[in-house]
């Protein structure tokens, strides 16, 4: 039986697997679509261990707060397409939610926990397998944080960028620099919190400029040190300008401080952070597709 493109359109709605996929069943099910639509139902397991191997450096981060207890995940897809499906949007949101609720120590126990959707189940790892089989995509849960005792501020960035934050006082204000987080991406509260390695490697850089200026050794220091308080100061939460302020000068500490407000700590999440996206070869992608096309 010959078989059409409507055919495979049909069969890719159903099963959102991809064309090629689609394909080779519809011909070993020789135009059956009940038969094609079981057949790839049993190969979306070797699916899931293929797409297992690649690179997830898209995806989302979901967050949840219920009074003084929260979470915040970081869920990975190969592409930004997947990030926007409902499907794994739901997952997402599902972990969050099973962090804040149950409090799994690590990855693993978080996978392990009870969840069923979109057919599949009965564990969070189930429906994540299924899922990479159903949509032909690799997903991962990459980190998660909960917090539990204080007053939790929470800022979403759309899906890309989350932040929570940890307060006493006025919620409105805290907001506020859960959004200023966001936007300014401090990495610590105030400047003796800073990493020592970060200070290291702009104390390196610094050293570098200072070295290429030809003044003499004495200023060159003092060059230095100027520019790693610069750099302490634009790093550090409570030093940054309040990208509220009127005036354009108020420090989010001085701000706090008006709202009568302290920040215990904030948690600051940006998808991908520090994942290496693989780059795919496009034409030769394309190239492989029409060689297993003719290869049929």
């Known amino acids: 039986m010959a078989i059409t493109a409507s055919m ?41 261990g293929k797409a297992a191997s690649r690179i997830a450096a898209e995806g989302v981060i979901a967050a949840v707060v219920e009074g003084n207890t929260g979470a915040i995940i970081e869920v990975n897809s190969e592409t930004d397409f997947v990030s926007k499906n409902d499907s794994f949007i739901a997952l997402a949101n599902a972990a969050a939610k099973l962090v804040s609720e149950k409090n799994p120590a690590d990855v693993a126990a978080l996978s392990a926990l009870a969840y069923e959707q979109d057919g599949f189940g009965p564990t969070l790892e189930d429906v994540r397998k299924g899922l990479v089989g159903k949509i032909g995509e690799n997903m991962s849960f990459r980190r998660f944080k909960r917090f539990e005792g204080s007053n939790l501020a929470l800022y979403l960035h759309g899906t890309r960028i989350g932040v929570v934050v940890e307060f006493e006082g006025d919620a409105q204000a805290a907001k506020d620099v859960a959004m200023h987080v966001a936007a300014m991406k401090p990495v610590a509260l105030t400047s003796a919190d800073v990493p020592a390695e970060l200070i290291e490697k702009e104390r390196t850089v610094a050293a570098a400029k200072a070295e290429e200026s030809g003044k003499p050794a004495d200023i060159a220091a ?9 750099y302490l100061k634009e790093v550090s939460l409570f030093n940054q300008v309040f990208v509220k302020a009127a005036d354009g000068k108020q420090t989010v500490e001085q701000m706090l401080k008006a709202a009568n407000t302290s920040i215990k700590g904030f948690t600051l999440y940006v998808v991908g952070e520090g994942i290496e996206k693989k780059v795919d070869d496009f034409a030769a992608e394309v190239a492989a597709q029409v060689a297993a096309a003719k290869g049929q």
């Open 8 to 48: 495979v359109a049909e069969l890719r709605a159903k099963t959102d697997a991809p064309m090629m996929e689609c394909k080779k069943a519809l011909t070993e099910a020789d135009g059956d679509m009940a038969k094609a639509e079981e057949l790839l139902r049993v190969k979306l397991g070797t699916k899931a």
């Open 222 to 230: 003092k060059m230095v040190d100027g520019a790693v308080q610069k």
